[in-house]
């Protein structure tokens, strides 16, 4: 039972890079499903999140209008345009049962340790 993250990389500033996140040994039905970041000496940000009930989404302000989630059967997807040196972190993709967007994104950010399930991050490194 596990999330899987992949597609990180190296970019120049202005790029795009798109992110998976493939679940294994479960459903992503009636899971809320999101993308986090942590830069370096920074905390864990929620950046982009899909409510398990329907389907509505959050971005936050950083990455609003640059980056899109999507799923799609049992995986989920961030792509990101227009990327910038200040996206450079470890990407983070995280499932929790029956929850909505803004609370995934900005509660559990702060509380991962009640989100069931995490994946592994992904690196990504914009350079300028």
């Known amino acids: 039972v596990q999330l899987q993250a992949s597609g990180g990389g190296l970019v120049q500033a202005g790029g795009s890079l798109r992110l998976s996140c493939a679940a294994s040994g479960f459903s992503l039905d009636y899971h809320g499903i999101g993308w986090f970041r942590q830069a370096p000496g920074k905390e864990r940000e929620g950046i982009s999140c899909?409510?398990?009930?329907?389907?509505s989404t959050y971005y936050s302000d950083s990455v609003k209008g640059r980056f899109t989630i999507s799923r799609d059967k049992n995986t989920m997807y961030l792509q990101m345009n227009s990327l910038e040196p200040e996206d450079t972190a470890v990407y983070y993709c995280a499932a929790d049962l029956a929850v909505n967007a803004r609370t995934l994104c900005i509660y559990y950010a702060n509380n991962p340790g009640v989100v069931d399930y995490w994946g592994k991050g992904t690196l990504v490194t914009v350079s300028s």
């Open positions: 899909i409510s398990s009930s329907d389907g």
